[in-house]
């Protein structure tokens, strides 16, 4: 049996021929040469990849390039270059020898060579058997739509903040909202119809660190998509600094007031210009529509109230006050009835003299009216009145804010404080959920404050969130170039110690050879004098041998000299020997040390770099805490926004307090701001405009990475998405199956490839992670390995073996020292990420093991196995934590750092959420439905 190394299948046809008997090789002429692309490779692909690809390769023999062929297999050399004849790949195949191939009843019904076929094959080798490295080109002629019973989940993955969850279903795109499952996105490339994210289906999906970049994997090309942080909806050529802002009941028109002591009417629909109201002398602090939007009420430091006509933008009413106003409000008297009747409304103004003041408003009041209308007071506050909050659906009832540090609920229709609330620092706005079960407060401490409505903290706020989640990152990733530094310097210590105990080995070595060397020398001393010592004369032989016979003679003497000597060389031999592997193991030592002295260096050189970012980006947060001026609901209850003299909006969760987003950094300030609906904002901008924010923007498509139209560098489907630590670099992981498994590098500011391995693998690349510091990554391959690389080495530094099937998962814990990998074979393994070790094998998975996350910083993994079973684990013991059921095949598997969500994506094209704390399913979302 000279080669089942060409086993299973090598060359097709000749259904008729008996095994056994030759096939006869054509004589084939031709001048022009064979092509291994188009004429070999087909033929080989018919009948020998099942058994001779790369991921199978028996008898180590693989068919699929000209290089791997003529390297051979077990049995030596298939082809022999110029030699067609005698090559052993016509020899076997023509039957000119045993054993034949195709065998006879082969598992995948591989047919015999026709003469035709052997003799092209002859050809080819005759001719020097050359070609491409690879097969013909994977790029598709036409593109076929996908059937529409195909829709599984493959990709899912959390934001960094745990906010929300992109997930893919066949060849779509969505963003969810985590915690209410709600949909908030679809991602669409404009140039497909009917609209898709990818022409093929999307197996990968990588977030950037701030979530406002996204990439996602089809064939042959990964996308970029990025949201908007400074999205406008509208905008307002104000040319003034705005002080106040109002918008209608209706939502059709807003108004503005300047700097300048102008207000202005603008469509919100056109962002034309309305009536413009000029009167006041001094700053226009607050301004309010009446409910049927005929009105508009302004508040001035100039000690008036002023009532306007808004068709005309005539002044309609004048109210005197003894001091500057900061704050109105209008509140219904009694409850709107559901005719069109409009019930009277109650004006409420506060400012410098810490007094409510209150009017009772007429729908019909004309100018004469206004100016006979007599103020209610309620002494407020023990300080100045900054702001005024209505309950919506709840009459009589107002907030106010003080600079006395207190928010204070009223009771108007009895003239009674209900609660009080202690900021803690004087209160510059307050604002209430339209249930009323949620009342925020800001500060000039630099501090936003989340109340219940019996006045118990919910949350206090402050900062910008996007850049305190970027601090919060780079301060993670310098506690894992701080671990990692600690590991390798204990290494250190531990190779010193042992370098220390060598020399002193080498030492004790040393002196064993002296000793044995003097002892040899003695022993030939005493030889050699025995040796040399004069024969006795005759009268004394005589002498002595009247004496009586001793029995040590001299004869008995130098043998026993002799033996000593002997065993004094073979112990001086031994010391040698001992002194000389003495000297290797310091020698080994001494490289280790070496060798470790290097990692430490390079550690110590990324914790001084991380530091050096982490004190930025805590720099830069710390710096974002400034005074807040400005506060306001989302129409829905659902967040909450605070604007400031750092020039962003902030938005919260409006239950929780979480930090949600935030717009991106401005040239100025952005207060004062006032939600419009669920997703628009309204805000000031600078000097010069007012601007309406989208808060939930279109996602937009960045970039393409490759084209899909050449083979390099991505030959196959995008199996695998990471971005590093810096969202700097993405790695890419593809392939093509039973040929090779490639890893590329592109950098994300240009999409320039600046790595490219394409055999990384011998076949698919399933999952790909940089490290946590981002200068090595580590990838898993059908090929049963993984492999940890540099990130410009084309080698791999540590290949880890013990899986028996596909790795389909890989995930670096966070402080670097651990690596996890799930497997087709139904494990997970923990590895040692220093030395390749096998810390422990987790089994008793169903089935497949299809993704493994490492959860935050704990040692926690998290997997989804095709059993349907979503898994918590501790890598460590293996003992499980928690376990999570969905009952179909999983494709994908993530987990917020804290722990609290849980997600997984489904074979019949369901999104799970679960709470991670419990196991408790809060969704079972059939995406893009």
């Known amino acids: 049996m000279r080669l089942f190394v060409l086993c299973c299948a090598i060359l097709i046809s000749c259904c008729t021929a008996t095994f056994g008997e030759p096939i006869t090789v054509a004589d084939i002429q031709r001048s022009n040469p064979v092509s291994f692309e188009k004429e070999i490779l087909p033929i080989f692909r018919r009948s020998c990849l099942a058994c001779h690809s790369a991921s199978e390769a028996n008898g180590e023999l693989v068919l699929e390039t000209p290089a791997t062929i003529r390297k051979g297999g077990d049995s030596g050399a298939a082809v022999i270059p110029g030699k067609g004849a005698e090559s052993l790949l016509v020899k076997l195949s023509a039957h000119q020898e045993e054993s034949f191939m195709p065998p006879p009843d082969n598992d995948v019904n591989a047919p015999q060579l026709t003469s035709q076929e052997l003799g092209l094959i002859r050809l080819w080798i005759d001719q020097g058997a050359v070609g491409g490295s690879s097969a013909t080109s994977t790029t598709p002629r036409d593109w076929s739509s996908i059937p529409k019973n195909l829709g599984p989940v493959y990709a899912a993955a959390l934001s960094p903040d745990g906010q929300f969850v992109a997930v893919s279903r066949a060849n779509r795109l969505f963003i969810y909202h985590a915690e209410s499952g709600k949909l908030v996105g679809s991602l669409e490339d404009p140039s497909l119809k009917p609209p898709a994210a990818h022409r093929d289906l999307v197996q990968s999906l990588a977030w950037g660190s701030d979530g406002s970049l996204l990439v996602s994997g089809g064939f042959r090309e990964a996308k970029l998509w990025e949201k908007p942080l400074d999205a406008r909806a509208l905008s307002f050529p104000t040319k003034s600094a705005t002080t106040a802002l109002a918008f209608s009941t209706d939502r059709k028109w807003m108004a503005t007031a300047g700097d300048d002591h102008v207000i202005q009417l603008w469509s919100l629909e056109t962002s034309k210009r309305g009536p413009k109201m000029t009167g006041h002398g001094d700053l226009i602090t607050a301004l309010r529509f009446t409910s049927d939007g005929r009105h508009l009420f302004s508040a001035s430091h100039d000690k008036t109230i002023r009532v306007w006509n808004c068709s005309e933008g005539t002044q309609a009413g004048l109210v005197q006050v003894p001091t500057p106003i900061h704050a109105i409000e209008l509140l219904w008297t009694t409850a709107v009835p559901d005719n069109d009747a409009q019930p009277r409304q109650m004006l409420i103004a506060g400012g410098v003299d810490k007094v409510l003041r209150t009017w009772l408003v007429e729908p019909d009041a004309t100018a004469q009216a206004w100016s006979m209308i007599e103020a209610e007071e309620l002494p407020g506050h023990t300080e100045a009145i900054t702001s005024l909050a209505a309950i919506s659906g709840q009459t009589m009832h107002v907030y106010s804010a003080s600079r006395d540090g207190t928010v204070r609920h009223w009771d108007l229709e009895k003239k009674k404080q209900l609660g009080q609330f202690s900021h803690g620092a004087p209160v510059l706005a307050v604002a209430v959920r339209s249930d009323g079960q949620r009342i925020a407060s800001v500060s000039e401490n630099n501090t936003a404050k989340l109340w219940d409505k019996g006045g118990k903290q919910i949350a206090e706020m402050k900062g910008d969130p996007r850049l305190q989640q970027h601090a919060q990152r780079k301060k993670q990733i310098l506690a894992a170039a701080q671990q990692r530094l600690a590991i390798v310097k204990q290494r250190l210590a531990t190779v010193e110690d042992v370098l220390k105990k060598r020399i002193e080995a080498k030492e004790t070595s040393d002196k064993e050879v002296a000793a044995a060397e003097k002892d040899l020398a003695q022993r030939k001393t005493a030889l050699d004098k025995l040796n040399n010592e004069p024969p006795a004369s005759e009268p004394a032989a005589a002498e002595d041998a009247e004496k009586e016979e001793k029995p040590d003679d001299v004869e008995t003497m130098k043998e026993a000299a002799q033996k000593k000597l002997q065993e004094a060389m073979s112990a001086q031999q031994l010391a040698t020997k001992k002194q000389t592997a ?87 300030s952005l207060s004062p701001i006032e939600f419009i609906g669920n997703d628009r904002l309204l805000s000031s901008f600078g000097t010069t405009e007012t601007v309406v924010w989208e808060l939930n923007p279109a996602w937009r498509l960045r970039q393409t990475i490759d084209s899909a139209e050449s083979d390099d560098p991505i030959m196959g489907r995008v199996t695998s998405l990471d971005i590093d630590a810096n969202d700097a670099q993405l790695l890419i992981g593809s392939g093509l199956p039973s040929r090779n498994g490639e890893l590329s590098l592109f950098r994300l500011e240009d999409s320039a490839c600046i790595q490219h391995l394409p055999d990384a693998h011998s076949d698919v690349v399933y999952s790909a992670r940089f490290s946590p510091d981002g200068t090595q990554f580590i990838s898993g391959g059908a090929d049963k390995y993984v492999r940890l690389w540099n990130l410009t080495d084309q080698d791999p530094l540590k290949q880890f073996e013990g899986h028996s099937d596909y790795v389909l998962g890989v995930s670096w814990k966070d402080d670097a020292t651990s690596i996890a990998t799930a497997s087709s074979d139904k494990t997970i393994k923990v590895w040692d990420a220093e030395t390749a070790d096998q810390l422990k094998t987790i089994s008793g998975f169903g089935k497949d093991v299809t993704a493994v996350r490492f959860v935050g910083a704990t040692n926690h993994v998290v997997s989804s196995c095709g059993d349907g079973i979503v898994r918590l684990q501790d890598a460590a013991s293996g003992k499980s934590i928690r376990t999570f059921q969905a009952g179909v095949w999983l494709h994908c598997v993530d987990a917020t750092a804290d722990e609290k969500l849980v997600i997984a994506g489904g074979d019949d094209g369901r999104l799970f959420i679960w709470d991670g704390t419990n196991g408790k399913q809060l969704k079972s979302i059939l995406v893009g439905e």
């Open 582 to 668: 003495a000297e290797a193991a310091v020698k080994q030592a001494e490289e280790s040390v070496a060798l470790v002295n290097q990692l430490v260096e390079h550690a110590a050189a990324r914790v001084e770099e991380a530091q050096a970012r982490s004190d930025l980006a805590v720099k830069q947060s710390s710096e974002s805490e400034l005074p807040l001026r400005s506060v306001s609901f989302s129409l829905d209850g659902t967040r909450l926004a605070t604007a400031g003299d750092f020039p962003t909006v902030q938005i919260w969760n409006a239950e929780t307090g979480i930090a949600v987003d935030a717009l991106a950094k401005q040239p100025g």
